[in-house]
């Protein structure tokens, strides 16, 4: 036996996640959940150090067979084979269940009380007798999360909570109850209730098997024409039920969606939310019509979550949003109850549970909405102490009215549609020219169709646009003329060719897909463009067909393509119904007018922008694309390919900005080779005016000027062995065989195309990100805190934020840029550091662990990362002033709206009037070269210069900006306390003159120091 060391849980754990020859993803992790039996989790769904502690932790195991076992002390970890399919195997596992993404729903039984038998037993799915049943004029229905007790059972009381719970839904008296977390003993105390036996059907009986460990149970007053599930995991399910009302059928559903506890969270919910809505979509009869639908339940994500969107695109309405506008709504709020307190993992307060309503007739509106169990339960306090409540969530009630149905649904609601017929968006004909120069060459539909962004097809048949015309026109009654720029191309893929297409950018961002939307509601069974890609419908003119090609090669092709082609912008103010008759092509049949009348496209922050410059012409957006275009063919000449990133690849740059690149290169060129070599073509092409190695930075680069555009351009270098591939490629395959500088270099890249990928996505969309992000760091210029290098933020981290804003911002802030503008200055002047900024799920789980984790804004690719280390206690201070200072100003500018109260915004920091003393910072050198050498190592250098002086909790630094790029480097100094004076005092000997030499010495140090170069620290009264 052997005498090892019994390794630790966790030991075991990061053997299996880094060990190279292990998969993850093969293995089990089984663990004490504090009940009477374990619970296995995935191991790549397992967190460490989350919630489940390692002392939780009872085994691993791969298939059948356990590889570590804590209580019978096996270790078999390290005789698992390099290459297990080899070994003789255990018997071989069951298969996986079916992929989130397909799951499907399976029949059940439902249940009613017999009299008779004094039994509950399995209820008949019919709708016969239903005549004899009332049309319910109003319905109403009641959520409820009930809290299981798998975990922490001893501070939960459930009896108590059981009875309370139960009597809480009586009182309600609600017509339909979807309740959540029902385990087997609240279903035994529920069935015994008179009332539930008297008055409802149940989705569950005596046999509990939906409810194990726990789930969801719907009661309802009215039978279920038929039942079904959707089952996602043991936990995680969907319980559905047809209603077999007298005048036509109501579906209700009721969902527990995954939270984000896990990692893994939210791309579970997505799936689940994706099969729900494909559900809803399938529904109808025989005669084409569309069903009302409820669905009722704990949806576990708030209002600012990208699902709330899908839903409301999918035509359902929120009643709570609807009835209650404004009112938060909360029903998980650790504020006020002691249960949510206790089994919250983020403190956040949060809407979980809605019911959403989707009634294509308008027959079924909600009227009344509110909250029950708010209050503690009477009696005596929960276990631990604090008040008990029925619950960790708080339920919702909503009363709904249902209208009678038309004696016939228009023909224009049945018809099956056709590919004779279309609605599209049609650009108008002065704008066509360059457009139908690419589709005369390319596409090979150009004789039948006008240039046209297609929102519904096929459509009904020309014979029925009359009554398709009166629901559209209804359908786009609160639709407002909106902006379309086609500024880019993208394509799709099939098996043999490729479709090349115009990318019609909105403006304000999502204005396209809610109108392609409400044009779905209103014709629910058009739906075909929303359906067909799981990213659901994608606003696209189309430009022409390619040939089936390698995706670099496609990409090439719409390269050039975009570099000739110049934006073309034009206001949406009408929809077109279009059709063709035989082989004709197609023609406009009729039009219908967006309602809201005309409203202008622009506001006066943006031409305060304009004037300002920071919105490059055309011209100067060329200029630049010509520089950056000689510089790629220059790195090409050298074996490299040249990849900008930053405000360039997001396109807010101006005619200043420096365009940062990285150039990757195979692994036989050297970074100082790379930068000598482009040194070189640099001299011999001329309009270079300088280039200038800096071996010594964090990140080495080339600094140097071409065709008066300045670059930063730092190298990556390729392991040995691997081909040229994309930028995401190679991190992704090949990130641990980079040296740090080239990793850090590809971040670069990766960080700013992972943030447009978040922009394009979802929120307010990439053009008003731009113009956000532009009006920000005008002032942040404007006020001496855009520096990463000061102690301050840095491009990536006010992108982050900006993203961060624009990707959650409210619908009423988004449909301007003042608005979200606004949303941005409200949301981080009072946001409560340490808590980090997050945009994507993958970096959601940054863990604080450092001293200058004081200001986190977490870049958004792996690893996760603060781009704001260098932000200070004294800096911290000073954005946070500087934020609540711009809070105020927008608020006064929103209101006045003139280009005059904007400038406000942009008044420089009277700098002048800051601080009573001044350290000043001096740099000298012999030669222009030596003088930017040294420069440059002070502004690297004068953070760690800031937090040495801060270390003195008396003084409060704040750097200011420098005038010129070699100094000097001015920090305003201030002090508090009885002794601050003290503080500030540079006498020989004191903490600030000791800081200060040991600062000089450093200098003196440097290992790269020009010779003659000098530096001089002086501190200054103001």
């Excluded at 529920?190 to 046999?207: A, C, D, N």
């Excluded at 049949?589 to 309602?595: I, K, M, Q, T």
Aim: hydrophobic share 40%.
């Amino acid at each position: 036996m052997s005498q090892d060391r019994f390794q630790t849980s966790r030991e075991v754990y990061h053997r299996i996640r880094w060990d190279p020859r292990f998969d993850g993803r093969e293995f089990v992790i089984g663990f004490d959940a504090h009940g009477e039996t374990l619970e296995e989790i995935p191991f790549v769904a397992f967190v460490p150090d989350g919630e489940i502690p390692w002392h939780r932790v009872w085994y691993f195991r791969r298939g059948h067979e356990k590889v570590w076992d804590r209580r019978e002390r096996i270790d078999r970890l390290h005789t698992l084979s390099v290459e297990p399919q080899q070994e003789p195997a255990p018997p071989p596992a069951p298969p996986p269940p079916p992929a989130e993404t397909t799951p499907r729903f399976t029949s059940l039984p439902f249940y009613r009380y017999d009299t008779r038998a004094k039994a509950w037993v399995e209820a008949k799915g019919t709708t016969g007798g239903l005549e004899a049943l009332p049309s319910p004029a109003e319905l109403t229905v009641a959520t409820f999360n009930v809290l299981y007790d798998l975990y922490d059972p001893e501070l939960l009381d459930t009896g108590r909570r059981t009875s309370a719970a139960i009597s809480l839904l009586r009182s309600v008296d609600a017509d339909i109850i979807a309740l959540q977390e029902v385990t087997e003993s609240f279903l035994r105390v529920l069935l015994e209730k008179q009332w539930v036996r008297e008055h409802y059907f149940l989705s569950e009986g005596p046999s509990a098997a939906t409810v194990q460990p726990y789930g969801q149970l719907l009661l309802s007053r009215f039978p279920f024409a038929s039942l079904s599930q959707c089952v996602f995991s043991r936990d995680k399910r969907i319980i559905a039920g047809e209603l077999a009302l007298p005048d036509g059928a109501l579906w209700v559903a009721t969902p527990h969606l995954t939270s984000n506890r896990a990692p893994s969270g939210g791309a579970a919910r997505a799936a689940q939310v994706r099969t729900l809505i494909d559900w809803v979509r399938s529904l109808g009869n025989e005669q084409g019509g569309v069903p009302d639908v409820l669905l009722v339940g704990d949806f576990n994500f708030g209002d600012d979550a990208p699902e709330a969107q899908d839903f409301e695109k999918a035509g359902f309405v929120d009643a709570w949003t609807a009835l209650r506008p404004g009112d938060a709504g909360f029903t998980f709020d650790p504020s006020r109850n002691t249960l949510a307190a206790l089994t919250t993992t983020s403190g956040q307060r949060q809407r979980y549970d809605r019911v959403l309503v989707r009634s294509a007739s308008g027959r079924l509106v909600p009227r009344e909405v509110s909250l029950f169990a708010e209050a503690p339960l009477s009696g005596p306090p929960a276990p631990g102490g604090d008040a008990l409540f029925a619950s960790d969530h708080f339920g919702l009630s909503c009363m709904l009215s249902r209208g009678t149905a038309s004696v016939r649904a228009p023909r224009a609601l049945t018809a099956p549609p056709v590919h004779q017929a279309a609605v599209v968006l049609i650009p108008p004909e002065d704008a066509w020219a360059p457009i139908q120069s690419l589709r005369a060459v390319h596409d090979s539909q150009y004789e039948r169709w006008m240039p046209h962004v297609t929102l519904l097809y096929p459509f009904v048949p020309e014979e029925y646009f009359g009554e398709a015309e009166a629901l559209i026109a209804e359908a786009l009654r609160d639709i407002e003329p909106f902006e379309v720029t086609l500024s880019g191309f993208g394509h799709f893929e099939h098996r043999a060719s490729v479709t090349a297409w115009l990318r019609p950018e909105d403006r304000p961002h999502g204005a396209l897909k809610a109108l392609q939307s409400a044009l779905e509601v209103a014709l629910p069974h058009c739906d075909e463009q929303g359906r067909k890609s799981e990213r659901g419908f994608t606003p696209h003119l189309s430009v022409g067909q390619l040939p089936r090609a390698a995706a670099s090669d496609t990409r090439r092709t719409l390269a050039a393509w975009e570099k000739e082609w110049r934006p073309l912008r034009f206001e949406v103010r009408e929809v077109c119904l279009i059709s063709r008759r035989g082989d004709e092509p197609f023609e406009v049949r009729r039009r219908v007018p967006l309602g809201g009348g005309r409203r202008p496209v622009g506001d006066s922050l943006r031409e305060a922008l304009s004037a300002r410059g920071e919105d490059s012409s055309d011209e100067v957006r060329r200029a630049r694309q010509s520089a950056v275009a000689r510089l790629e063919s220059l790195c090409t000449r050298l074996g490299t390919e040249l990849h900008p990133y930053g405000s360039y690849l997001l396109g807010t740059d101006n005619a200043g900005s420096d365009v940062d690149a990285v150039a990757i290169g195979p692994a036989s060129l050297s970074r100082e080779d790379f930068a000598h070599a482009l040194a070189s073509l640099l001299a011999e092409q001329g309009g270079a005016t300088s280039a200038r190695f800096v071996a010594d930075a964090a990140i080495p680069m080339v600094k140097l000027v071409l065709d008066g555009v300045h670059f930063d351009v730092s190298y990556a270098r390729r392991p040995e062995g691997v081909e040229p591939c994309p930028p995401a490629e190679l991190l992704e395959l090949h990130g641990a065989q980079l040296d740090t500088a080239s990793f850090r270099s590809v971040n670069g890249w990766t960080d700013t195309r992972a943030l447009l990928d978040c922009v394009e996505r979802e929120g307010a969309g990439p053009e008003r990100f731009r113009t956000v992000l532009r009006a920000v760091k005008a002032w942040a210029k404007a006020r001496g805190v855009y520096s990463h290098a000061l102690g301050y933020l840095g491009g990536l981290s006010w992108a982050v934020l900006v993203a961060w804003a624009c990707t959650r911002a409210p619908r009423e802030a988004s449909r301007s840029d003042s608005g979200l503008l606004a949303h941005f200055f409200e949301t981080f002047a009072s946001w409560p550091w340490p808590r980090p900024v997050t945009l994507t799920p993958e970096t959601a789980r940054y863990q604080l662990g450092n001293l200058r984790d004081i200001m986190p804004v977490v870049a958004p690719t792996l690893p996760p990362r603060n781009s704001a280390r260098n932000v200070s206690r004294s800096t911290l201070r000073v954005l946070g002033d500087e934020l609540a200072r711009a809070r105020d100003v927008v608020r006064r500018a929103r209101t006045a709206d003139s280009m005059a109260a904007w400038d406000a915004l942009f008044e420089p920091a009277d700098l002048d009037g800051e601080m009573p003393i001044r350290l000043v910072v001096s740099v000298e050198a012999p030669s222009s070269e030596a003088r930017e050498a040294a420069a440059g190592w002070v502004l690297g250098h004068l953070t760690a210069l800031v937090y040495r002086m801060e270390s003195d909790r008396r003084l409060f630094a704040r750097p200011f900006p420098n005038a010129r790029p070699e100094g000097p480097f001015v920090i305003g100094l201030s002090s508090r306390g009885l002794d601050g004076a003290e503080a500030l005092s540079a006498r020989p000997g004191s903490a600030l003159a000791r800081t200060v030499e040991d600062f000089r010495a450093s200098f003196q140090e440097w290992s790269h120091r020009p010779p003659g170069a000098s530096l001089s620290v002086e501190l200054a009264p103001r």
